[in-house]
């Protein structure tokens, strides 16, 4: 999706995204995995029971060029060796929709699609769940984007490993190839409700130790061939085609791009008007949070106060969230509030925290600002 099309209302949400990070501005160990769309790929073993496959769901965060010119793997339960049998796969459509395909024990295939804009060059969450009752949900950034019954049931014997960045397919071995970043790639042997999508969405996976995970791979390793699952389902992997660096390796990136600080400006403050509160130098896609004071700046050198988890806004308590919008391809964001008729003539102190996708990886705060009602 493009950030300013959605009309996603992210007001009951806006603490917990913007503010539950790691401390510090920004945290340690932001990496995910780029893989060149030719060779690249990562593996997890077979180990028996201990993928899913009736009741299942799948996320990850990807981030793609544009446009992405061919079938492209994110996440793939492959064709067994022997049976030709395969399980699932999430995958990206050229164009840019958002595929999930299943296949059964009878070697039937079934190809779900939603509609997206994941090549659009910025971060975007997707997920399924299904059922035993064969519903599938499908979401992009957070949102249902499509919802099918009847579906194919994948196959619970393949013997395949699992593969991330590419599809494994009997007989051509690895092909469709992702170009582009994975991150934060989880599988559930449960349905997720969509709340519980959701919150994954915009907060990440804060319990990685519940029986029902079987596998969250978080990629901060930052070097090296392997990659540890965070789940207690103990489902490592390593990358490429083996445990020495070879061309089929993907490569690690540090997703922390932290840049010049984004800026705060704000229309006059004037009874009865409309105002807008413009962040600019964010990422595309980030989450922007809003804030306001009528009680001044926060002296310096003093107690950090008010402190929002381990952010501290230059700004004294109380303070109020007035609201969290996304940053456009542009990187701007902008809120808009209403001045009541009969306000006060006082000072309003406003500031906003910027926090870049996948969750916590990155939050930067702007210059606050002082205005006067007219």
């Excluded at 809120?335 to 008729?341: D, F, L, Q, R």
Aim: glycine content about 10%; aromatic content about 10%.
């Amino acid at each position: 999706m493009k950030p300013v099309s959605r009309r996603t209302s992210f007001a009951g949400l806006a603490l917990a995204i913007a503010l539950a990070l790691t401390p510090a501005l920004c945290a340690d160990g932001g990496f995910a995995l780029d893989f060149d769309g030719v060779n690249d790929y990562l593996q997890i073993p077979y180990r028996e029971g201990a993928f899913p496959d009736g009741d299942l769901t799948l996320t990850a965060w990807v981030r793609m060029p544009d446009p992405a010119a061919r079938r492209a793997c994110i996440f793939n339960r492959g064709e067994d060796d022997s049976s030709d049998w395969g399980s699932w796969r999430l995958e990206v459509l050229p164009g840019g929709n958002l595929q999930v395909a299943f296949e059964d024990c009878s070697d039937n295939d079934g190809f779900y699609e939603v509609a997206a804009d994941l090549d659009d060059g910025q971060w975007h969450h997707v997920a399924a769940t299904r059922e035993r009752g064969r519903l599938l949900k499908v979401y992009v950034d957070g949102e249902l984007a499509g919802t099918f019954t009847g579906t194919i049931s994948p196959c619970s014997l393949t013997r395949q490993k699992i593969t991330i960045g590419a599809e494994y397919a009997r007989p051509g071995g690895v092909i469709n190839y992702f170009d582009g970043q994975i991150d934060e790639v989880s599988m559930w042997k449960v349905e997720l409700t969509e709340a519980e999508v959701q919150s994954i969405y915009s907060q990440g996976i804060e319990d990685s130790l519940v029986p029902d995970l079987l596998g969250f791979w978080d990629f901060d390793e930052g070097t090296g061939q392997s990659v540890f699952d965070q789940s207690i389902a103990g489902n490592h992997g390593i990358l490429g085609s083996s445990t020495e660096p070879d061309v089929s390796d993907p490569t690690w990136i540090d997703t922390e791009e932290t840049g010049s600080p984004p800026t705060l400006d704000q229309d006059p403050l004037v009874h009865g008007q409309l105002a807008h509160l413009i962040v600019s130098g964010a990422h595309p896609n980030d989450f922007v949070a809003f804030f306001v004071s009528f009680t001044g700046q926060s002296h310096n050198g003093g107690p950090c106060f008010p402190r929002l988890e381990d952010i501290c806004l230059d700004l004294l308590s109380p303070v109020t969230h007035l609201g969290t919008v996304r940053a456009s391809s542009a990187g701007t964001a902008i809120h808009t509030v209403s001045i009541p008729a009969g306000a006060p003539l006082i000072p309003v102190f406003t500031q906003a925290i910027v926090v870049q996708p996948p969750y916590a990886t990155c939050s930067r705060k702007t210059n606050w600002v002082e205005s006067l009602i007219e």
